[in-house]
């Protein structure tokens, strides 16, 4: 008599066997069940800045937490508005923007009752020029600090 086993398909807790995913599949990033391969990853790392911002901007809620890229050569000036009210209690916010470009000069104004880095209500912030990133963090939404 010959017993046959049939395959279980691989979880996060248990052996079994996957399904590769396809590279349009890496690139929507919504699949839990397919694996990703050597090439799928490279895919999805090697795509061009999925948040690219240019001049004029304003920073957002939606922002906090992601990377703001700063795109196009020359002056990029930013506008930071009150974002109080997207406060967690024990959270801190947290904005990161990144230049892309080597010529880029990004500034970044807070509104009338916002400050960064203690330099009074409204006095911008000039990142340094070229391919560089600035984190901005604050416990209340108004007083920000930053961290390149």
Do not use: H, K
Request: glycine share 12%; with cysteine; charged share 10%.
């Amino acid at each position: 008599m010959t017993t046959s086993v049939l395959p279980v398909a691989a979880t996060d807790t248990t052996q079994g066997l996957v399904e590769l995913a396809t590279q349009a599949e890496c690139l929507a990033g919504t699949d839990t069940t397919r694996a990703v391969t050597a090439a799928g990853l490279n895919a999805v790392i090697s795509q061009p800045a999925s948040n690219p911002q240019g001049a004029g901007y304003a920073l957002a809620a939606a922002d906090l937490g992601n990377v703001v890229f700063a795109t196009g050569a020359g002056a990029q000036a930013f506008t930071l508005a009150d974002l109080s009210a997207s406060l967690i209690a024990g959270r801190m916010l947290m904005l990161t923007i990144q230049c892309e470009g080597a010529a880029t000069a990004v500034t970044i104004t807070p509104g009338a009752a916002s400050q960064i880095n203690g330099a009074g209500l409204g006095v911008a912030f000039v990142m340094a020029v070229g391919r560089s990133r600035a984190t901005l963090f604050s416990r209340d939404g108004l007083a920000w600090f930053t961290g390149a």
